[in-house]
């Protein structure tokens, strides 16, 4: 007998409908299952057989026959457990119903009980977006699939309880729709707590409000840590398809909270700088998210830039560009989504007092320079705010003056960031940072005394290309954060100043 259930397979960041076909037919006993399986795929032939056993149905004795179509994409993973042993159950004829507009994902353990899988939203998606109607999924996924509009969540518990739902003989309670709103329980530390370092703070304001990338450049202990990680705290709020690109990669990764499935607030993603390029980029067989794409719509923050290997660093040059990052392996390519803003941090020197105003530095010319020459012309060229936090000098740590808070920083960060997303509404794009070079003159619109010191700059500063471009789209924030239409003079000061580090540092 034939019978055919449907699931979702999953390659990287790609889902597509999957086809379980199960035939039996007369002959020695076997159980085969084909579709280029990987080893996962394969040993579910244990699992579904000793699930189906002991859960009181009968396991046919003959040849069975299961395939994955289509049968020339690889499938990977566990989840497809659930779907073959529905189709196997269909085909035995102890299972009569009409699976069509259903779909099942789901590890099977050997007493029938149904595990978690990873990708499930980005699953429920596809189902959603190809008419399914029903989706049966893990319990402790139910939250996670529930995020989906327009289809039919019913979380599944063991085999028993599916079967016992399709046969009509007690239906399985819909998992009520997973709440999208942004949470308030998150705490972040608070931009209050650090004294002085106005030059900083600004810097980081503008960053945030168009999600440029950073570096923080000072010695040990003046506050570049201290103020990274205040930094989730004035970013602006996330749009919701912001939230569920987020979600999916998360979900593929299996890095989502059961309780709170749904990204609601931007990643902050802090690597340690012993980390691999398989670990910044992604890898494995079938390469899982790295670092940058699990950043993706937050910031990757770099602490002691130097220390992390050259190989590590120059892997971010490209996805800070074209804002994804493709891997390539024998299994086939895949493309991730990777927009994030990159926040380095890191010392002048290796003893960190280079230019200190009162402590001599230890390091001799050649150590400096050897120091420095681990962050790249070009990785630097891709950085768009290079800013010095001296040291914070007593009299401001002493005052009892209030500093400005995260909620008054967030605000103006918003504001800037909503007349972004109006400006460039239907263009894809929907911060500064992303403005293309063909759609530079058309949004950052100069003033005349703007244009005349642009040019001056350029000439005397020796800028390539990219370096421009970046000045531009910094001032066009910067223009943004005073509501001003055009890019003034002042703008253009202030985007500069915050790219002339490299000439004090790096040309030593």
């Given amino acids: 007998?034939?019978?055919?259930?449907?699931?979702?397979?999953?390659?990287?960041?790609?889902?597509?409908?999957?086809?379980?076909?199960?035939?039996?037919?007369?002959?020695?006993?076997?159980?085969?299952?084909?579709?280029?399986?990987?080893?996962?795929?394969?040993?579910?032939?244990?699992?579904?057989?000793?699930?189906i056993k002991n859960c009181g149905f009968k396991f046919p004795v003959s040849r069975i026959t299961v395939n994955l179509a289509p049968a020339d994409r690889k499938k990977e993973g566990s989840a497809y457990d659930l779907p073959v042993l529905l189709a196997i159950l269909k085909a035995s004829g102890q299972l009569d119903v009409n699976l069509s507009q259903?779909?099942?994902?789901?590890?099977?353990?050997?007493?029938?009980?149904i595990r978690g899988v990873n990708g499930v939203l980005a699953m429920t998606i596809t189902a959603k977006e190809n008419g399914v109607k029903d989706i049966f999924v893990p319990k402790e996924n139910a939250t996670e699939a529930a995020v989906v509009e327009g289809i039919n969540v019913y979380p599944v518990h063991d085999v028993k309880q599916i079967i016992a739902h399709l046969k009509g003989e007690k239906l399985i309670e819909k998992q009520p729709l997973t709440p999208t709103t942004p949470i308030d329980s998150i705490r972040v530390p608070d931009f209050s707590d650090v004294k002085g370092q106005l030059a900083a703070k600004k810097a980081l304001e503008i960053a945030a409000a168009g999600n440029h990338n950073i570096i923080l450049v000072g010695p040990p202990g003046a506050?570049?840590?201290?103020?990274?990680?205040?930094?989730?705290?004035?970013?602006?709020?996330?749009?919701?398809?912001?939230?569920?690109?987020?979600?999916?990669?998360?979900?593929?990764?299996?890095?989502?909270?059961?309780?709170?499935?749904?990204?609601?607030?931007?990643?902050?993603?802090?690597?340690?700088?012993?980390?691999?390029?398989?670990?910044?980029s992604g890898g494995g067989a079938v390469p899982k998210p790295g670092e940058i794409s699990l950043a993706h719509n937050g910031v990757l923050f770099l602490d002691e830039l130097p220390e992390f290997r050259r190989d590590v660093m120059e892997a971010l040059r490209q996805p800070i560009e074209d804002?994804?990052?493709?891997?390539?392996?024998?299994?086939?390519?895949?493309?991730?989504?990777?927009?994030?803003?990159?926040?380095?941090?890191?010392?002048?020197?290796?003893?960190?007092?280079?230019?200190?105003p009162t402590k001599q530095c230890t390091c001799s010319p050649q150590s400096v320079r050897k120091y420095l020459s681990k962050i790249s012309g070009p990785m630097l060229d891709r950085i768009d705010l290079h800013v010095e936090v001296?040291?914070?000098?007593?009299?401001?740590?002493?005052?009892n003056q209030a500093e400005e808070t995260s909620a008054q920083i967030k605000k103006r960060v918003n504001r800037a960031r909503k007349i972004q997303q109006e400006r460039y509404k239907g263009t894809g794009i929907t911060c500064n940072a992303m403005l293309t070079p063909a759609l530079l003159k058309k949004y950052c619109v100069l003033s005349n005394d703007a244009s005349k010191y642009l040019e001056l700059s350029f000439e005397r500063l020796g800028m390539s290309a990219r370096a421009y471009d970046r000045i531009l789209k910094v001032a066009r924030t910067i223009a943004d954060l005073d509501g001003s239409q055009i890019i003034e003079k002042q703008h253009i000061f202030s985007a500069i100043s915050f790219r002339s580090l490299d000439r004090k540092y790096w040309n030593t």
Avoid: W
């Fill in 1 to 51: 007998m034939f019978s055919r259930t449907h699931s979702v397979g999953m390659f990287g960041f790609q889902t597509y409908m999957i086809q379980i076909e199960a035939d039996i037919s007369n002959g020695l006993p076997a159980f085969d299952i084909v579709g280029l399986p990987d080893t996962a795929v394969k040993e579910s032939r244990d699992r579904v057989r000793a699930a």
């Fill in 323 to 356: 804002g994804k990052v493709t891997i390539s392996r024998v299994a086939g390519t895949l493309t991730y989504p990777s927009n994030i803003m990159l926040v380095a941090a890191m010392n002048p020197c290796p003893c960190g007092f280079f230019g200190h």
């Fill in 102 to 113: 259903s779909i099942a994902i789901g590890e099977v353990a050997l007493d029938g009980i």
């Fill in 223 to 280: 506050g570049k840590s201290m103020l990274a990680k205040r930094l989730p705290g004035i970013l602006p709020d996330m749009t919701f398809d912001e939230s569920i690109e987020t979600t999916k990669i998360h979900s593929i990764a299996g890095i989502l909270d059961n309780k709170n499935p749904f990204v609601s607030v931007r990643p902050f993603r802090s690597p340690h700088h012993t980390v691999s390029v398989a670990g910044i």
């Fill in 390 to 399: 001296p040291p914070v000098d007593y009299t401001a740590l002493n005052s």
